[in-house]
């Protein structure tokens, strides 16, 4: 930590706010930079396991909660959180999306899956099966949504590998860290099974929902034979034949073997109702994915003691239907009562949680949440099956969830009730740090050109000239998002836009024990960027050019085609 | 009704229904629905109708009476018990509900068309009560279905025989002990060389050589297989240690149960060379056909089918669609009948099933079959082809009570059901579908204008969407798409049905996308 004396000094300035302008929060935590203790004073704290508290002060130390209550002791190296006026909730999770997977598909390689336009010709092809892959293997933090679903107020996913009848095994994932392996909390916790077919004749096996459900029953059949073949081929090796490897099978019995919950996929009561004899015929331990007709079957669900992931994508009318194609009553009246089948399956006494299921915009989930409960789910309910519950059902409620003490600190806190959508989320921890969330800025007028791409920005410091590289993605709004990387680290960009031919993107970033804004301001040509960076009243200017840019303005002027 | 003419019926009816419903006569406020099964009352009598019984005769103003959704009396007249549902068909006609042996409808999908031998799937597992099929066949009398696989394997899937509970859910449609079956299909279908796919590598066999080599294959694998686990279970009980057991093969396991007689066989076919050619397949392996199904030249093999105890189910005057079935004729049901072999008349389409009556009355005219004669193809002789004739088929005392009523006599072109009952329960009632049909036409608008409210308010924030979503189904198929798909392999046309479209993108199920 610098003095105060060298603060006041605006060159010196200059060169901390240069050394830390590009670097992450958690790049500072591995410097011992960023603060390890904070206390939220005074805030409403809604612990989810208890009672709601007035006034109370929570504690973190060192990634966990160390304290929480009306008389509590701050420690004195604590960062200190006014909570007047403030709510304070666990982390929200997310029970089931791919946030944090990379969105290219790992290759298969050698021995990897049959993709299903290969023909498959029987089960014993394993068509559409990668369950050796995994999720705490693949965790990416290049995964722009960690940070959005991060600022919409949740800490925690369960994540999956994409893509077939046994996609890979999921993790839960906490969103933020310095590196990939930050993200995990626990794996593999569950095998979500996806009812995917081949599509078509001339697809290869399986191409009908009935041949996925074959499939599926001879590979538990095969998971669980190979255990027991190869147990006996271990105590007589001489005397009986080897019995083949086989990674679907082996990683299959793994996770049988581990209890690791099997995720169902079932909408429509035909869907619930069939998962439930599924889970009854396959002896696993499951829970089902989907649940938006569980208006009509909770007390089925409840009798066979399944919990169940309710997604939040609610159905609705396609939106360039044809209108001359007219939904019948029974799809008109599953779109009207869809949002009650939270409320349905909390009376009915089921263990279950809510899911983005597809919502791709994170604050979308809360106020799709918020459908469920004025469909008559109680909102203390709903806020359990975004946090407790969750955790509950993929067995870390140990840890995560709520808070308590020891807990990992995951917060999120707001200036009201997290239901209301005139709430905003102050700030969230993940892992006891702590991340600013904040309102994207609108951009005002449509924008003119696109910023995507690649960016080298120069600049000159105190120091001398210096380079670091803009990673930026433009929606068609022109709001602008990604990072941007120096030497000493990557920082993610909270609120970008472009406005016409003017920009402006802000990273915030601790500085001196507190957090600060740094603005990139200026105007766009079409091809390169020039303007000022400004944090806490100085600024500095830079350009900023795409690496290769004027090579590939030669090669390909539109005449050249 | 009378009062129906009035202008205050609507007033008059909610009156009688509210007193109905204090009075506690009616149960359910619900019509019955793809989610609501009617009531069951525990004791019907049907008054007043020609009963035609199939087995004994047409009594004329006669009386059903029905306990417990059995048959408990048929005669003459037979005296309201006091707390008996009382159906007065005056003018009426009832007989056994109509059994379609070849049916596609009820299911989510038909074809696993990827593979030569599909033994492995099972139609059971992927039951759709909710396919309004089922509803519109009850409106066709019919009661009972043999839900099959299709025709693209020369050994397709498992397969089952339901009853139409329209409401009930799928574990409540199979008919209980009936049999299950197996489809597998000769000539061109499982040949597939009228369907290869640029790129995609022609699936084995391309001919009918391939076919009959492709079905001897699979048993052949079957016979081996059944022979491994006895030898395990042989030596596990003599005691000897650390054996490691076959595999479990679900696609060898309904073929032992083949071997075994415990699974009955319903062959697609239409040429005598290729029927010939499974009985004696059947014969090699020691196993029975139980139907030869379209069966279209059966009319020249009737004596070897009637000697092998063979079931035909056919149709009743479809020809020349495809050239394995330029020798088609209509005669074929009364032939075949004539010469011992126990015909029903089939659908193998839901449009077609709604008049399987008819389609049995054609047979009165082509051949010369008698009224009861015609009767029976599409009533007992399913039933003993799929053995369920204990159960149902007749009017009989004992069996279960599933009828259907007409205005007409069922042989006549004029003749429309105007109930259906499974189990003594009404699943079909043309009166009351009527009188519902403005109820539910206002729900329907009442929830479009509501969703289409708070769609427009929900429009304004919508954000473009960049990311796919985990678990969510490839929209690679739209609604109505399905079926038109799976029907490919079966080579039938389409009878001259505006619905079909409709009926396809009904059946599918709301929410089923993930």
Redesign the interface.
Same mark, same amino acid.
């Given at each position: 930590m610098g003095s105060s004396l060298i603060l006041r000094c605006a060159s010196a300035v200059c060169v901390t706010v240069l050394l830390t302008v590009f670097c992450a929060a958690p790049t500072l935590h591995a410097q011992g930079g960023e603060p390890q203790y904070f206390a939220i004073r005074g805030a409403r704290v809604v612990p989810v396991s208890g009672a709601p508290m007035e006034n109370a002060t929570i504690v973190i130390s060192r990634g966990l909660f160390t304290a929480i209550g009306k008389d509590v002791t701050i420690p004195p190296e604590a960062w200190v959180i006014e909570g007047q006026g403030l709510t304070v909730y666990p982390g929200l999770f997310d029970s089931?999306?791919?946030v944090g997977m990379p969105?290219a598909p790992a290759t298969g390689g050698e021995g990897g899956p049959r993709r299903a336009q290969e023909?498959?010709?029987?089960?014993e092809d394993r068509p559409a099966s990668t369950p050796w892959r995994s999720a705490a293997e693949e965790a990416s933090l290049s995964d722009k949504?960690i940070e959005t679903w991060r600022s919409a107020g949740f800490t925690t996913v369960v994540?999956?590998p994409?893509g077939g009848i046994f996609p890979g095994q999921a993790a839960v994932l906490d969103l933020a860290g310095e590196r990939a392996g930050d993200l995990v909390v626990k794996s593999p916790v569950a095998i979500?099974l996806?009812?995917?077919?081949?599509?078509?004749?001339?697809?290869?096996? /399986?191409?009908?929902?009935?041949?996925v459900?074959?499939?599926i029953?001879?590979v538990w059949?095969?998971a669980e034979?190979s255990t027991? +073949?190869q147990a006996?081929?271990e105590?007589?090796l001489r005397?009986?034949?080897r019995?083949r490897y086989d990674r679907t099978e082996a990683a299959l019995a793994d996770a049988l073997e581990d209890h690791a919950l099997i995720l169902i996929?079932?909408?429509?009561?035909?869907?619930l109702?069939?998962a439930l004899?599924l889970a009854d015929r396959w002896h696993v331990n499951g829970a089902i994915?989907?649940g938006?007709?569980a208006y009509?079957v909770a007390p089925e669900i409840a009798a066979k003691k399944l919990p169940v992931l309710v997604?939040l994508?609610w /159905?609705?009318?396609e939106k360039d239907a044809d209108p001359e194609?007219k939904?019948?009553?029974?799809?008109?009246?599953?779109?009207?009562r +869809?949002p009650s089948s939270p409320a349905a399956l909390a009376k009915a006494g089921v263990k279950f949680a809510l899911y983005?299921?597809?919502?791709?915009?994170p604050k979308d989930i809360l106020k799709a949440a918020k459908k469920s409960i004025e469909a008559g789910l109680a909102p203390d309910a709903a806020l359990r099956a975004l946090t407790l519950s969750p955790a509950e059902i993929f067995g870390v409620a140990d840890r995560l969830g709520s808070i308590e003490n020891g807990k990992i600190a995951n917060l999120v806190v707001t200036d009201g009730d997290l239901f209301e959508e005139k709430t905003k989320i102050k700030l969230v921890f993940v892992d006891g740090h702590r991340f600013e969330a904040r309102e994207p800025e609108k951009p005002k007028d449509p924008p003119k050109g696109d910023l995507s791409g690649k960016w080298k920005l120069s600049y000159t410091t105190p120091d001398g000239p210096e380079e670091s590289t803009a990673d930026l993605a433009m929606?068609?709004?022109g709001t602008v998002s990604g990072t941007i990387t120096s030497k000493r680290g990557t920082a993610s960009i909270i609120s970008g836009s472009l406005s016409v031919d003017r920009f402006s993107f802000t990273l915030n970033i601790p500085l001196e024990g507190a957090p600060a804004d740094v603005t990139f301001t200026g105007t766009f040509d079409g091809t390169s960027l020039k303007g000022s960076i400004s944090v806490q009243g100085f600024s500095m200017e830079f350009n900023g050019v795409k690496p290769g840019g004027i090579s590939r303005a030669m090669v390909s002027p539109g005449g050249a085609q | 009704m009378k009062i129906a003419n009035s202008p205050n019926a609507d007033r008059l009816r909610a009156a009688l229904r509210c007193l109905l419903c204090v009075l506690g006569l009616i149960s359910r406020a619900l019509p019955a629905?793809?989610?609501n099964p009617p009531d069951a009352p525990a004791v019907i009598l049907i008054q007043n109708a020609t009963i035609m019984t199939v087995s004994h005769g047409t009594i004329e103003h006669g009386a059903i009476l029905i306990k417990d959704g059995k048959i408990a009396e048929v005669g003459q007249s037979i005296k309201a018990p006091k707390d008996a549902l009382v159906i007065d068909a005056a003018g009426q006609f009832v007989i056994p509900g109509i059994i379609d042996c070849h049916s596609h409808i009820a299911a989510?999908?038909?074809?696993?068309?990827?593979?030569s031998v599909?033994s492995?799937?099972?139609?059971a597992?992927?039951l759709?009560?909710?396919d309004?099929d089922i509803y519109r066949d009850l409106a066709g009398g019919v009661t009972s279905a043999n839900i099959l696989h299709g025709s693209?394997n020369a050994i397709g899937?498992q397969t089952l025989v339901i009853k139409l509970r329209w409401g009930q859910?799928?574990?409540k449609l199979p008919f209980e002990g009936a049999v299950p079956g197996i489809k597998f299909a000769l000539g061109e279908n499982p040949k597939r060389s009228n369907?290869?796919?640029p790129g995609?590598?022609r699936?084995y066999p391309a001919t009918r050589m391939g076919v009959e080599e492709t079905i001897r294959g699979a048993f052949s694998e079957a016979r081996d297989y059944k022979k491994a686990w006895e030898d395990y279970k042989k030596r596990d009980s003599a005691g000897e240690k650390?054996?490691?057991?076959p595999?479990?093969?679900?696609?060898l396991e309904p073929l032992v149960e083949v071997l075994e007689g415990k699974r009955y066989v319903h062959s697609h076919c239409y040429r005598e060379d290729e029927i010939l050619m499974l009985l004696r397949v059947a014969k090699e392996f020691g196993f029975k056909v139980r139907t030869f199904q379209h069966v279209l030249e059966g009319y020249k093999v009737a004596d070897e089918l009637a000697a092998a105890g063979a079931g035909a189910s056919t149709f009743s005057d479809w020809w020349a669609y495809k050239v394995e079935a330029y020798d088609a004729i209509p005669y074929n049901a009364a032939l075949m009948t004539r010469r011992g072999v126990v015909v029903s008349i089939n659908s193998d389409d839901a449009g077609e099933a709604t008049h399987l009556n008819q389609e049995a009355a054609k047979s009165m005219k082509f051949g010369g079959m008698s009224h009861d004669e015609a009767l029976k193809m599409v009533t007992l002789n399913p039933a003993m082809q799929l053995g369920i004739d204990k159960r149902v088929g007749t009017i009989d005392v004992g069996k279960d009570a599933d009828l259907a009523i007409y205005n007409h006599d069922p042989m006549s072109a004029y003749a429309v059901v105007q109930k259906t009952l499974i189990d003594g329960r009404v699943y079909f009632d043309r009166q009351r579908d009527i009188a519902e049909r403005p109820e539910?036409e206002k729900?329907?608008k009442a929830?479009?204008d509501?969703?289409k409210k708070s769609?427009e308010k929900?429009s304004e924030d919508k954000?473009?969407?960049?990311?796919?979503?985990?678990?969510?189904?490839?929209a690679?198929?739209k609604p109505g798409d399905k079926k038109a798909?799976?029907m490919?392999?079966e080579d039938k046309p389409k009878p001259p049905q505006s619905s079909s479209r409709e009926s396809a993108?009904?059946a599918l199920?709301?929410?089923?996308?993930?």
């Open positions: 089931f999306t791919d969105t023909g498959a010709r029987g089960p949504r994540s999956a994409k979500p996806g009812f995917q077919t081949s599509g078509g004749f001339g697809g290869g096996f /399986p191409n009908s929902i009935m041949g459900l074959a499939y029953h001879q059949l095969d034979w027991k +073949a006996i081929y105590k007589n005397s009986t034949a019995p996929p079932a909408n429509n009561s035909v869907q109702r069939r004899e994915y989907g938006q007709m009509e997604s994508k /159905p609705e009318a194609d939904p019948s009553l029974r799809t008109l009246q599953f779109r009207d +869809a983005s299921g597809g919502i791709t915009t929606e068609k709004d | 629905s793809a989610a989510e999908s038909i074809n696993e068309g990827s593979i599909s492995i799937v099972n139609m597992e992927i759709n009560p909710e309004i693209a899937g859910p799928a574990t369907f290869s796919l995609q590598p699936r650390n054996l490691i057991p595999r479990r093969d679900l696609r539910r729900e329907k929830l479009s509501k969703l769609g929900k954000k473009p969407d960049a990311t796919v979503a985990i678990g969510q189904k490839p690679e198929k798909e799976e490919k392999p993108a009904a199920l709301p929410g089923g996308a993930l």
